[in-house]
């Protein structure tokens, strides 16, 4: 489950260490659930090309 949060905050062009919002009591899960939602960037970004421009 970490990992594939970490793979979806990295599509969005993030860094992983934004999971540990979720840490913060009552907004930090929200804050995270709403970053988790948020479309890829189009394109390839730092962490590698964009899965949805694979297909």
Same mark, same amino acid.
């Given at each position: %489950?970490?990992? $594939?949060?970490?793979? +979806?905050?990295?599509d969005? /062009? +993030?860094? /992983? +260490?934004? %999971?540990? !919002?979720a840490? !913060? &009591? @009552? $907004?930090?899960? $929200? !804050?995270?659930? @709403?970053? %988790?939602? @948020?479309?890829?960037?189009? =394109?390839?970004?730092?962490? /590698? &090309?964009? &899965?949805?421009?694979? =297909?």
């Amino acid at each position: %489950m970490l990992a $594939v949060s970490v793979r +979806r905050l990295h599509d969005t /062009g +993030r860094s /992983g +260490r934004r %999971m540990l !919002i979720a840490l !913060i &009591p @009552v $907004v930090g899960p $929200v !804050i995270h659930l @709403v970053g %988790m939602t @948020v479309d890829s960037a189009t =394109g390839a970004n730092e962490y /590698g &090309p964009s &899965p949805k421009a694979a =297909g």
